[in-house]
């Protein structure tokens, strides 16, 4: 065969092995989601199984590991929505990688869910409906297991559509919505359902308000003066110190509440102790690695960058301490049920339960968790590490400040506000300072009005879905418990 014959031959073989290449990525492209869910699948059959074998033939036991199965499952869902609202800020200022986020968002949720978990949690989300209402052990259950359910579902649903929601809302709703499916809207408690409705409006505008308050003090006193590096050693330490403090009122409320009493003002006063040690600590820390550093704005970031991951983790813990007893609240409640064969306005979580709720978590999030990262991080608003370390911060003192006034607040909608605060505000300044300079120009190189407006800096089409999202949560989820509610009361009842 000639010398042109065989290279033909191989150029025509070359391009067959570049379709079959292209066609093995595609099917591994397509069949990337079918893993995920098959994991997951694995993961609740795993928990049930568990939940069989620590329940043994008890009489009921049946209902306990369908319980632990949706429990698994709604774990599964807050790790792939909730978490990125704690990590999506770092990641999208590239202080750390996608990786590297969900490794420390694993360790920390699940540190936080198993050493500051609450281990007794209003079964019936804090008061919504009175366990009596629910009648014998059977309805109870049933309602449960629709709560459950539901929430479950209308988060998995969320997080398809890429709307980052609040878990805690979602239990809410479907508890509201299994309550009057079994015992008439007089069940429910009308007056928690509007302070948590309140938190709706709340918990965003407070996030958002703080952390442009917080941009701007970093814009006043870091950025815009001459001298960059030596406003950031002497105000860095400051911010590093308000949110040690911040954190660490919070985690003394919620950890060390069980082994002593302790009211707000301790907990302000322990902060405030952990505030000046760690802000002392760090003064010659961001000394020495602001040496050499050029007066710049990129080297204001590296100095931003070891307080933002660290942020990161503390807001992660804080999750796992905070959402995940709220999330496997009805499976405890299940279980103390069948165990009394009553209900129970609070009960104790068991650490098996708390364990399906730390994994499942971990597991959603490796699994699931990118995709909400990478919108909260990159696609709402663009972030750098100082704004990024805003929405941080805003997040550990709005949460603080709320439970100092007493007033409901979502930790979703507080880290997600600090996001479209940040970004609302920089297109504020933006459109200010452009205004400025235009009036300064001759009027033959002014920009006009209508361009100037036009030069967004958040995206409008996330902003409306997110809020959408928010507003429907507890209704859809309360609808969509009330027809889980019908099934299951058919073969439960």
């Known amino acids: 065969m000639s010398e042109r014959g065989t290279s033909y031959e191989w150029q025509t073989l070359d391009r067959d092995l570049g379709r079959l290449s292209r066609i093995e990525a595609a099917s591994m492209y397509a069949a990337r989601p079918l893993v995920g869910v098959g994991l997951s699948l694995l993961f609740m059959a795993l928990a049930a199984l568990a939940a069989g074998l620590i329940v043994g033939a008890t009489p009921g036991g049946l209902f306990v590991v369908v319980a632990a199965a949706f429990g698994a499952y709604m774990a599964l869902n807050i790790g792939a929505n909730d978490v990125a609202n704690n990590m999506g800020p770092a990641v999208g200022a590239h202080a750390l990688s996608m990786a590297g986020a969900i490794a420390i968002a694993a360790i920390c949720e699940s540190a936080g869910a198993l050493l500051a978990g609450g281990d007794v949690v209003d079964t019936i989300s804090k008061g919504i409906v009175a366990p009596a209402s629910l009648g014998d052990g059977r309805i109870f259950v049933a309602a449960m297991l629709a709560a459950l359910l539901a929430a479950a579902l209308w988060v998995n649903l969320a997080t398809v559509i890429g709307a980052p929601v609040s878990t805690t809302h979602a239990v809410v709703g479907g508890v509201m919505g299994a309550g009057i499916a079994a015992a008439g809207l007089t069940a429910v408690s009308w007056s928690t359902m509007g302070a948590i409705a309140a938190s709706w409006v709340i918990s965003p505008v407070l996030g958002g308000i703080i952390a442009a308050a917080m941009l701007a003090f970093v814009k006043w006193k870091v950025i815009y003066v001459p001298d960059k590096i030596e406003a950031a ?177 979502s930790s979703t909608h507080i880290a997600v506000g600090g996001v479209f605060g940040v970004g609302f505000f920089r297109e504020w300044h933006a459109a200010r300072r452009a205004r400025q300079i235009n009036e300064a120009r001759p009027p033959a190189r002014r920009i006009a009005t209508e361009e100037r407006r036009r030069r967004k800096l958040v995206r409008r089409s996330h902003f409306l879905t997110i809020i959408a999202a928010w507003l429907i949560t507890v209704p859809a989820a309360a609808l969509l418990s009330a027809l889980c509610f019908l099934g299951l009361s058919f073969v439960l009842i």
């Open 233 to 409: 050693r002497r105000w860095v330490p400051v911010l590093i110190g308000l949110m040690a403090g911040a954190f660490s009122a919070y985690l003394a409320l919620k950890g060390l509440k069980r082994v002593f009493d302790i009211d707000m003002q301790a907990a302000l006063l322990i902060g405030g102790a952990a505030g000046v040690v760690f802000g002392a600590i760090s003064v010659p820390l961001v000394r020495r690695q602001a040496r050499g550093l050029e007066n710049r704005n990129r080297s204001l970031k590296v100095l931003f960058r070891v307080p933002l991951i660290l942020s990161a983790a503390l807001l992660s813990f804080a999750h796992g301490a905070n959402d995940v007893a709220n999330a496997v609240g009805p499976l405890a409640a299940i279980v103390y049920a069948q165990q009394t064969g009553g209900a129970a306005a609070e009960v104790a979580i068991p650490i098996w339960v708390m364990v399906i709720g730390a994994v499942g978590i971990s597991v959603g999030l490796i699994l699931f968790g990118p995709r909400l990262i990478d919108m909260v991080g990159n696609q709402i608003t663009k972030l750098n590490p100082m704004r990024a370390y805003c929405v941080a911060l805003s997040a550990a003192v709005t949460v603080i400040a709320a439970s100092w006034l007493g007033l409901p607040v």
